[in-house]
């Protein structure tokens, strides 16, 4: 079993910046691929970024080159670092865990989900 608590969301100006943190329960963190997905008012849940527990990354399109994912295995935390902020990322940023080596885009791979943190660029 592992708890997700996300922090570090707010409002933002466009082209600012906002780290996401997602603390993760558990002494196994390091066996699990941790993601973030976002979901806009009204929209589906969306695939923003994932680490495997090697370190691996994989954005979307639309925010690669702006956001980074990095994992800390010994703080058992997972952040999500967003440059150059647009309102079209406004959205509630929740953190994703799937046990393995390895998972991908689709939120039906993830086991384990945040309750989500809200982020509002202000054009």
């Known amino acids: 079993q592992v708890q997700l608590v996300e922090s570090g969301g707010g409002l933002v100006q466009a082209g600012g910046s906002l780290r996401l943190s997602c603390a993760a329960s558990g002494r196994t963190f390091s066996s699990y691929t941790m993601a973030w997905f976002r979901q806009a008012a009204g929209k589906e849940r969306e695939f923003v970024a994932v680490i495997t527990w090697s370190g691996s990354t994989y954005y979307a399109t639309s925010v690669k080159g702006r956001f980074t994912i990095s994992r800390d295995n010994a703080k058992n935390t997972v952040y999500l670092q967003m440059n150059s902020l647009k309102p079209e990322d406004t959205a509630v940023y929740y953190c994703?865990?799937?046990?393995?080596?390895?998972?991908?885009?689709?939120?039906?791979?993830?086991?384990?989900w945040g309750q989500g943190t809200q982020v509002t660029v202000s054009s």
């Open positions: 994703a865990a799937a046990y393995g080596l390895y998972a991908g885009s689709n939120t039906n791979e993830y086991n384990y």
